[in-house]
């Protein structure tokens, strides 16, 4: 008997269409998104994380697991930064290999590939990396494609495949409850109604009401059990139709769903009425549409349908009466799972049309997806690294948890200039959500008896850049230069302490500090 052990090269391909989506993790430092430092500290400690120190990310409700798996690069490398870079590199490579090896039993090896790169150059999916930063949503990318796999080889007629099958994706939707447990739950309906969709014609009916109660029953679970608690008025933050498909960037982000994604899938849409006029009319030609189960195909389309109007005011009402609207923190999360639907119908068109899975058109239809990400695979950069975790946390006195990152702090030597003394001091500030209202930032400076110096109070960068105009994940470079005489009053006193905070000038009231009840950050002069 011989044995069929020729290697698939398009999984090489497809890692190497991946190069361009994570080359930007390659660059030196880290990119500014809206969740800053916070992911590379939860790597730094994991009993803490996935919530260190109190800081809820951007996008509430992050899990235990994704902190896990970078665990031991943490240990290896000794940066947090570095960790978090491999961990998104590694989601973004095996979520292509996983629509890859979900689609291709449906669309065959150019149709999955096509899949792969609509899904890996998603505008949602770099901006979910790049400009959010939400690491534990990155994960869930690349699981779900899994998952859908998993379903597929439940539904295939031996026993061996039914069972791993059905174990593997209950195994792994459970994990990605583990990963981002609100989002996740919101998933599983999806996955659901696909493992039925897949398996009306399966004869092992027990196996499939196993699975399905199994994925319901975790559905359950966590839409009760799993709630967020976030101070973001959830119904304000609905989309209006055409920011799905502007290529406008609105607060630092895009909301859109990718026009060549959209443009494909609507493509495969038009193809696939036409392949059924074609076969009610009898005059189907060479180039004419392969078959794909109607079933399928019409579930996607549908799901894109509502998971698009789940994103817009529209159904604001079903949120608030079903009470899911308590596992998100934004409606606009959802995006995420359109990228299924997406992917499937925009690789599909190669199969609807064999003209397409040609070369040089199927490899230039590759080619314009990649083209199309290139806004979106610049980010913001900076080159410092706070280290295993900040100078000092400040929460504001509106807030419920703390909003702004003391990163660093350099305190100068002191000089000693003509008639007066001086030092200077450099901060530097990260916000992880927006502030509400402006404090003002004191330095004081004291002697070794506690005698104070020098003082300054000002809005930071002298009142150029207020806290409350901080984008989330900016890193903000403030610079204080402190002047005190040497007059009879203090000669001979030797500033051995910076003492800083922030407050509010109406009403003198300070942030809170975490960790001091003083609510002040106390720095050493050299």
Known sequence: MQLHTRFDLNWILILLLAVFAVAPLTYPGFFEASSGFLPAFNAAHLSEAPNWAGIAGMVRGEGFL?????????????????????????????????????????????????????????????STVYVRGAYAEAWLWALWPWILWAIDHSAERTLRSMVGGGI??????????????????????????????????????????????????LFFLFAIGTKVETQVPFGEHFLHPFQLLSAAWESGQSYQLGVAAVGLSIVAVALYVGKRDMRQGGSETSSSPATIRPLAFWFWVSSLLVLVLLCLPILAWLWQFTGLDDLLTYPWQLLSLSALPLAFLAGSVIRLDRRLSDLPAWA?????????????????????????????????????????????????????????QALTLTLTWQAVEPVAQDYTAFVHVLAADGTKVAQRDTWPCDGECPISSWQPGEVIVDNYELNWGQ???????????????????ESGDRALVVGREDRTVFLNVP
């Not at 195994?171 to 398996?199: H, K, M, R």
């Not at 009916?205 to 109660?213: G, S, Y």
């Open 66 to 126: 994704p902190y896990v798996l970078v665990w031991p690069l943490y240990r290896l490398t000794g940066s947090g930064v570095v960790a978090v870079k491999w961990g998104y590199g590694l989601a973004f490579v095996l979520g292509a290999l996983g629509i890859y090896a979900w689609t291709r039993r449906w669309l065959g090896a150019r149709g999955g590939v096509l899949s792969a790169t609509i899904y890996t150059y998603l505008p949602w999916h770099l």
């Open 168 to 217: 593997a994706s209950l195994a792994l939707a459970a994990a990605t409850l583990w990963v981002q447990p609100g989002l996740a739950t919101l998933a599983l309906p999806l996955l659901i109604g696909y493992g039925i969709i897949v398996s009306i014609r399966r004869s092992w009916h027990w196996l499939a009401l196993v699975e399905t109660a199994g994925l319901l029953a």
């Open 364 to 420: 230039g239809v590759v080619a314009l997806v990649v083209l199309a990400s290139y806004p979106y695979l610049a980010p913001r950069y900076t080159q410092m690294d706070p280290g295993p975790e900040p100078v000092a946390l400040f929460q504001p006195v509106e807030a419920g948890t703390p909003q702004i990152l003391l990163l660093d702090a350099k305190v100068g030597q002191p000089l000693e200039l003509e008639d007066t």
């Open 487 to 505: 007059d009879a009053e203090v000669s001979g006193a030797q500033p051995t302490q910076l003492v800083l905070g922030l407050y509010l000038v």
